[in-house]
C-alpha cells in the first residue's frame, strides 16, 4: 500500500513514518512517497526517516520527488501537510494583524483568514490533480486551516477527503487520565468546528465522568485546560473547550500578550526550523537526535503567550504530550483499508449531524470509520453560546471559499469583517490591503 505525503519536507512528517514503523500488520504502508517544492527540506527529511528505519527490517520504503503527479500516481493516500507560504508566511500573517490590534494566529481569526486565502486555491488544485492521478486514494488532510481546506476539498472529492487534527484528542486524554480513566476505554462527546469545539461529556463503561470533573476544583485546575481557562470560567461553561478557544474567551489579554512578545510564534518556528535545516546540511550531524531535540524544543514553548497570560508557567510534562495526530492518521488509513471499524474525532461533511449547518459544511465531531469512510455520530444540539461562534465562523469560511473561487476583494473583506475577534469592517479593509502587500500569491483577489 501507497501513502503520498505532500509537504514530505516538514518538520513533522518523521513523526507519521514513526507510525508506520511500529505498524507490521498484514495490508499495512510499504512504500511512502514525500513529495516537496523545497529538495533541500526533501533530503533532510529522508535523512531523520533513515535513521529512524535503520534498525526496522521491513521499515516502508521512501521515495522523495518534486515532481507533483509522480507521486501522486498509484498512491492509495494521500496525506496533505501544505504550508502554503512556509514559515515566512505565517510571520507575516501573524505581523499583519498584530499591527491593526488583532490577533494573528495561523488558524483563527485574521491570520487564520490570510492562511486560508492562501491556501485554499492551491488545496483545491490538489484535490483535482487527485481526482485525476488517484481517483480511488483517500486524502487525509492537516493542512491548516483543517476544516477550512477540507471543506474546499470535499467540493471536489466528496467523503474521499477527512480532515484530523490531534487537539481534541490530545484533550480528551488528559481529562481521561485527570480522572483515572485508561484514555483507550474513555468515548469523547466533543462536537464543532476545528480548533473550535467542546468535550461536553467523557464516558467510561457507559457513564459521563465529566460532572465529576467539573465539581472538583483542586481535579478540574489539575491539567493544562483547566490552568488556561480557569476553574470557574470551565464550571460555568459546563464543557472543556478546546485550547484554541482560549483566543476567543481572553481575546484582549492573548493579543496584549502576543504584541508584547519578543517575537511571534510563527517567527521562532521560522528561525529554530531554519537552523534545524541548516544544521542537516553537514552530512554529519545525527539527523534523528537534531530532529529530536528540535521538536522538544517547539513542543515545551507551544502557546506559551497564552500560558503567560493565564499565569501557568511553563507546561507540565503530562501536557507535552499530544493527541498524536499521526496515530490518528494511522487509525484512520487502518479503518479504512482494513475495515478495522473505530470511533475517531475527525473533521468531516456535516450531513445531519448539527442542525444549524447545512449538510455540506465539515464539522469536528466524534465519527465511526470503516471501509466506507468516516461517518459522523449523532450528538446533542449545541447551546446558545456556542452555536453563536460556530455559525459566524462557519459564514467566515464560506466568505473565504467564496473569495478563492471568484477571486472577488468583497468577498475577502467580507471574511474579514465578519469573524467575531475583528471588531470592524474599516480594520478588515485594511487588513486585507497589508495581506495583498506581503503575499503576492494574493493578487488574484483582483475583482470587485
Known amino acids: 500500500m501507497k501513502l503520498t505525503i505532500l509537504g514530505g519536507g516538514g518538520f513533522r512528517v518523521p513523526l507519521v513514518y514513526g507510525a508506520l514503523l511500529a505498524d507490521h500488520a498484514e495490508g499495512r504502508v510499504t512504500a511512502v512517497t514525500l513529495y516537496d517544492t523545497d529538495a533541500g527540506r526533501l533530503t533532510a527529511v529522508a535523512r531523520v526517516l533513515a535513521d529512524q528505519a535503520a534498525t526496522v527490517p521491513d521499515a516502508p520504503a521512501v521515495n522523495a520527488t518534486t515532481d507533483l503527479d509522480e507521486a501522486l500516481r498509484g498512491a492509495d493516500f494521500v496525506f496533505s501537510a501544505i504550508r502554503v507560504g512556509g514559515l515566512e508566511g505565517r510571520a507575516a500573517d501573524e505581523r499583519v494583524a498584530l499591527d491593526e490590534g488583532v490577533l494573528g494566529q495561523e488558524t483563527v481569526g485574521a491570520g487564520g483568514i490570510a492562511y486560508g486565502l492562501r491556501t485554499v486555491p492551491v488545496a483545491v488544485d490538489l484535490a483535482q490533480r487527485v481526482a485525476r492521478l488517484?481517483?480511488?486514494?483517500?486524502?487525509?488532510?492537516?493542512?491548516?486551516?483543517?476544516?477550512?481546506?477540507t471543506e474546499a476539498m470535499s467540493r471536489c472529492l466528496g467523503?474521499?477527503?477527512?480532515?484530523?487534527?490531534?487537539?481534541?484528542?490530545?484533550?480528551?486524554?488528559?481529562?481521561?487520565?485527570v480522572l483515572g480513566a485508561d484514555p483507550d476505554r474513555a468515548r469523547i462527546d466533543y462536537v464543532g468546528l476545528n480548533h473550535l469545539g467542546w468535550v461536553r461529556a467523557l464516558r467510561v463503561d457507559g457513564r459521563d465522568e465529566l460532572p465529576r470533573l467539573l465539581a472538583d476544583p483542586e481535579l478540574l485546575g489539575s491539567f493544562e485546560e483547566g490552568r488556561l481557562f480557569g476553574v470557574d470560567w470551565l464550571r460555568s461553561l459546563g464543557a472543556v473547550p478546546n485550547e484554541y478557544l482560549h483566543y476567543y474567551y481572553f481575546n484582549r489579554e492573548a493579543v496584549r500578550a502576543y504584541q508584547d512578545a519578543e517575537q511571534t510564534r510563527g517567527a521562532f518556528l521560522r528561525e529554530q526550523q531554519e537552523s534545524f535545516y541548516d544544521r542537516m546540511k553537514d552530512p554529519a550531524v545525527p539527523a534523528l537526535q537534531a530532529w529530536d531535540r528540535t521538536r522538544a524544543e517547539r513542543e515545551a514553548t507551544y502557546m506559551s503567550e497564552n500560558r503567560e497570560v493565564a499565569?501557568?508557567?511553563?507546561?507540565?510534562?503530562?501536557?507535552?504530550?499530544?493527541?498524536?495526530?499521526?496515530?490518528?492518521?494511522?487509525?484512520?488509513?487502518?479503518?479504512?483499508?482494513?475495515?478495522?471499524?473505530?470511533?475517531?474525532?475527525?473533521?468531516?461533511?456535516?450531513?445531519?449531524?448539527?442542525?444549524?449547518?447545512?449538510?455540506?459544511?465539515?464539522?469536528?465531531v466524534p465519527c465511526l470509520v470503516d471501509a466506507n469512510g468516516a461517518h459522523p455520530m449523532a450528538v446533542d444540539p449545541l447551546p446558545y453560546h456556542a452555536i453563536g461562534l460556530v455559525t459566524a465562523v462557519k459564514a467566515v469560511e464560506r466568505a473565504v471559499l467564496q473569495a478563492a473561487e471568484s477571486g472577488s476583494r468583497a468577498a475577502a473583506v467580507k471574511a474579514f469583517a465578519l469573524h467575531p475577534l475583528v471588531d470592524s469592517v474599516t480594520v478588515a479593509g485594511r487588513l486585507l490591503d497589508g495581506y495583498l502587500k506581503v503575499h503576492p500569491g494574493l493578487a488574484y483577489l483582483n475583482r470587485p
Open 134 to 149: 488517484a481517483p480511488n486514494a483517500w486524502v487525509i488532510n492537516f493542512t491548516n486551516p483543517a476544516g477550512l481546506v
Open 159 to 177: 467523503d474521499r477527503v477527512i480532515g484530523i487534527c490531534d487537539s481534541p484528542v490530545g484533550l480528551g486524554r488528559r481529562i481521561a487520565r
Open 311 to 364: 499565569g501557568v508557567g511553563e507546561r507540565d510534562e503530562s501536557d507535552l504530550e499530544s493527541g498524536g495526530y499521526e496515530k490518528v492518521a494511522l487509525a484512520l488509513m487502518r479503518a479504512v483499508a482494513r475495515n478495522e471499524r473505530t470511533s475517531l474525532i475527525l473533521n468531516v461533511r456535516n450531513r445531519t449531524t448539527l442542525s444549524v449547518l447545512d449538510a455540506d459544511a465539515v464539522i469536528e
